[in-house]
């Protein structure tokens, strides 16, 4: 059985359409992952991909509960093979380990474990092949419990020496019988260890059955620190950040993403050119700080570039949603963009209501190409820092300028701040500089014309 | 309701110790990390903020018993202790204080952060862990 259909998540809908010759082509957000393309699907408005918890225990349901798990459905959330060689125990304890005196029983097709003495770690284990980065539903049945009033049936992950924990909370831990499941996301890539026992706080013996781990497939963002976890929220809904410290964190697989990112925020929604290497990469603020808005309503990255049609039906789709299409409404940009060292290429957008600009692509260390007319109509000019620590081209340092120059501002503040990449041409950008400055704006630029 | 806590350099560790208590597991140790705001005086803070019930303030101001996930006795107890003891709760904003762990009601983290007399320190961030 596939996690999609435990999850009762909805069939893969069918939205929008891309222009196309003889008329509009069905267009599905899932299409763009059918060619087993890497990347990520966030969609907080279906609520069988939010959980309250990074181990995936405790469902999302209503406006104002964390989040700390959203997860990827770029691949519509399949499970992989079982990796337990023997969970159901109906024939044998075979694969399953015990030190005294810890015991292990096979009774009525179950695992029964007495642990009265010794460590923790001598509890029966069986072998996991984990792949780091890689996602994991674990999953049992808690047959019985008996002991203390405080005794507890736990799962969890134990690294190659057995003895080191991997789980990164508390494992799987129930005080009552009946199923249980979390998922759980591997750090290392090794022969590990999945311990099936009693709590390390307690004694007793506990009864588990139907113990199984399954790869779920896909680049899922998850938050285990407690006050970094975003909110979620209704109409539209959304996970918001309070742009303190939420954030969420994925672990971007080997070989990165080179493509497009389409990010569907309260405030806008735009298609942006990306580079994500492989690692750890936040999903939300920098640091929970920097961000176009204070909610995500929508993300999709895909290596490889959307096209044109694709992006536009991808940001319809998040608009449908309830983000906002354009950044139409925002005054103050400060600081937006800052830091998203990931962005290649920024879209054009709605900048007319904007009169602060500054740090709003600082250090966009890898922003190369910036568009025409991009504050053709803004309404102030305080682009301090705006462009430090950038690479633009001529050809986009030149669009800049002479897009300040279309604005017509000459009065309030007027500043402007390039460094890094390219200098202005001699022909267009540095004609661009003469005009701003003798509208009294100050401007320093690469090259220092 | 809404918790920002400000947390200055000095009990980094014991307030993430104590984080770990009220909290659910060991990623809890990271809830302050980066010194990215400060006082008028200069002094440097980690902050977070959080959605919180109406019982956590009672619990955090209770005694303190390590949770049952601590199998391998990862918290220590006694720094939570004393992160406790430096505790400040209020209903409204108060100044953040360098030698406590000042936590103040407001629906908004950033503008209690203001409102605490704190301001971004401008430092390079990290993009993930």
């Not at chain 1, 799962?155 to 129930?174: C, F, K, N, P, Q």
Request: glycine share 10%; hydrophobic share 40%.
């Amino acid at each position: 059985m596939s996690l999609t259909t435990a999850l009762n998540m909805a069939s893969t809908p069918v939205f929008y359409s891309r222009g196309g010759q003889g008329g509009a082509v069905p267009f599905s957000i899932a299409d763009l992952f059918a060619s087993s393309e890497q990347g990520a699907w966030y969609d907080p408005s279906d609520l069988s991909t939010l959980f309250q918890d990074s181990a995936s225990t405790t469902p999302v349901t209503t406006a104002g509960q964390p989040v700390g798990l959203m997860l990827d459905k770029s691949k519509e959330l399949v499970l992989g093979p079982e990796l337990i060689t023997n969970g159901k125990f109906e024939t044998n304890l075979d694969g399953w380990d015990v030190i005294a005196p810890c015991t292990m029983a096979r009774v009525g097709s179950t695992l029964e474990v007495s642990r009265n003495s010794g460590g923790f770690s001598d509890q029966p284990v069986i072998e996991i092949d984990l792949v780091e980065g890689h996602s994991y539903i674990i999953s049992a049945d808690m047959v019985s419990i008996e002991g203390s009033s405080n005794t507890d049936a736990i799962l969890s992950v134990r690294g190659a020496d057995r003895v080191t924990s991997r789980s990164e909370a508390a494992g799987l831990i129930r005080s009552t019988v009946g199923p249980t499941r979390g998922l759980y996301r591997s750090t290392v890539t090794e022969t590990a260890y999945l311990l099936a026992g009693v709590s390390g706080t307690s004694f007793g013996t506990v009864r588990i059955d139907n113990i199984s781990v399954r790869e779920l497939f896909g680049n899922h963002a998850m938050q285990a620190t407690a006050a970094r976890r975003l909110t979620y929220q209704t109409g539209p809904a959304r996970a918001t950040l309070d742009n303190v410290d939420d954030r969420f964190l994925v672990t971007v697989p080997t070989g990165g993403f080179t493509g497009t990112m389409v990010l569907a925020t309260d405030q806008g929604t735009a298609s942006y050119g990306v580079n994500i290497p492989a690692g750890p990469y936040d999903i939300g603020g920098r640091s929970g700080q920097y961000f176009p808005g204070s909610s995500i309503v929508g993300q999709l990255i895909r290596d490889g570039a959307l096209s044109a049609g694709d992006a536009a039906a991808t940001e319809a789709y998040f608009v449908a949603n309830g983000a906002t299409a354009g950044y139409g409404s925002v005054t103050d940009f400060s600081g937006y963009w800052r830091e998203w060292s990931e962005i290649t290429s920024f879209p054009l957008i709605d900048t007319s209501s904007g009169t602060r600009f500054d740090r709003a692509w600082q250090n966009c260390t890898s922003l190369t190409s910036f568009p025409a007319n991009a504050f053709d109509n803004v309404s102030g000019g305080d682009f301090t820092d705006a462009f430090t620590d950038t690479a633009l081209t001529q050809t986009s340092i030149d669009n800049i300028l002479v897009s300040l120059v279309a604005s017509g501002i000459s009065a309030g503040t007027r500043l402007f701040d390039q460094s890094g990449g390219s200098a202005p041409s001699a022909g267009t950008g540095q004609p661009a500089i003469d005009t701003l400055r003798s509208r009294g704006w100050t401007v320093t630029v690469t090259g220092g014309y | 309701m809404r918790l920002t806590i400000a947390c200055p350099d000095a009990l980094r560790d014991d307030a993430n110790n104590l984080a770990m208590v009220l909290g659910y597991g060991p990623s809890d140790a990271e809830t302050y990390g980066e010194l990215n705001w400060q006082d008028a005086g200069g002094n440097l803070y980690a902050c977070a903020s959080l959605t919180v019930s109406d019982t956590f303030t009672t619990a955090a101001q209770s005694g303190l018993q390590r949770p049952a996930w601590d199998n391998d006795n990862i918290i220590d107890m006694d720094a939570a202790r004393r992160a406790q003891a430096a505790l400040v709760f209020s209903l409204t904003p108060v100044a953040a204080m360098p030698d406590k762990l000042t936590a103040c009601v407001g629906d908004d983290g950033l503008a209690t952060l203001a409102a605490m007399g704190l301001t971004q320190v401008e430092v390079e961030v990290d993009v993930g862990v």
